[in-house]
């Protein structure tokens, strides 16, 4: 059984409450990076794996790409998609991403915004996004950083007055499930290794393009001075990868 805690009312709730949520792509703080890392859109056929309120979807379509789908496993999160979406060319589907079966070479693009760190295998998303990618087409992902999922924590050490000390790495090669605490206690990601995230493109035939560890914009330290602590360690892995 694949969780879905996105469509359990309080959890939606506090997710659709968060800055990301609300502002949009704008709102996402690796956003100015992931959009570097994007090919061409124009004429393009786009899928979007995990594609929660349909930002990327429809920011695909706001650069001319041909046709959007867009997947995911919650319906709260669809239904909230559809609602801001107001065009024929993008479509969505209610699925877990373990779970599509579409046909072979039928899209130029692949995206996935933070949601393989949900899926037990991402090497069986690898071989399914290989085939359902035209030759020359791309695969661009963020994920939480390996640092990041490493342990089931997922937060500072803090000293006897609240300061934050540093971020603790522990377990990192020891890949597998975790229960983690956001929005909610109890919430299943799966932590792997960042050359497993790297060996599992190349042996599934992907060329590697890129690779990025997330970064704030000057834009958001300047709007944020809270935002300096995301220079002491990313919390964000984004790979663009070629077929």
Same mark, same amino acid.
């Given at each position: 059984? $694949? /969780? &879905? =805690?996105?469509?359990?009312?309080? #959890?939606?709730?506090?997710?659709? @409450?968060?800055?990301? +949520?609300? $502002? ?17 859109? !124009? @004429? ?8 929660? %309120? ?8 706001? /650069?001319?790409? =041909? +046709? ?7 319906? =709260?999160?669809? /239904? /909230? ?7 024929? +060319? ?22 996935? *915004?933070?949601? %393989?760190?949900?899926?037990?295998? #991402?090497?069986?998303?690898?071989? =399914? ?12 992902? *963020?994920?939480?950083?390996?640092? %990041?999922?490493?342990? !089931? ?9 609240? @300061? ?17 605490? #956001? ?22 035939? #992907?060329?590697?393009? &890129? ?17 300096? @602590? ?14």
């Amino acid at each position: 059984m $694949k /969780q &879905n =805690k996105y469509d359990e009312e309080k #959890f939606f709730f506090a997710y659709k @409450n968060m800055e990301r +949520s609300v $502002k949009g792509l704008e709102g996402a703080g690796e956003w100015h990076i992931f959009k570097e890392l994007l090919p061409e859109l !124009e @004429n393009k056929r786009v899928l979007d794996l995990g594609c929660g %309120f349909g930002w990327h979807c429809r920011y695909a379509r706001e /650069q001319q790409a =041909k +046709s959007v789908i867009g997947v995911d496993i919650s319906l =709260k999160m669809l /239904q /909230q998609a559809r609602e801001m979406t107001k065009d024929p +060319s993008i479509s969505y589907v209610k699925m877990p991403i373990e779970d599509i079966n579409l046909s072979n070479q039928q899209f130029d693009v692949v995206l996935s *915004s933070l949601a %393989f760190h949900y899926i037990k295998s #991402f090497e069986t998303v690898c071989k =399914k996004v290989y085939d359902y990618l035209n030759p020359g087409g791309s695969f661009v992902f *963020s994920v939480e950083h390996p640092i %990041f999922t490493s342990r !089931e924590e997922q937060d500072w050490y803090f000293d006897d007055s609240g @300061n934050r000390m540093h971020w603790p790495v522990d377990n990192y090669q020891l890949e597998g499930l975790r229960e983690t605490t #956001f929005l909610s206690d109890k919430v299943i990601k799966y932590h792997r290794t960042v050359s497993t995230y790297i060996n599992d493109l190349l042996h599934a035939g #992907f060329t590697i393009r &890129n690779v990025k560890e997330s970064i704030p914009s000057k834009k958001m330290l300047k709007a944020n001075p809270e935002m300096k @602590n995301e220079l002491r360690r990313p919390m964000f892995l984004l790979i663009s990868a070629e077929k």
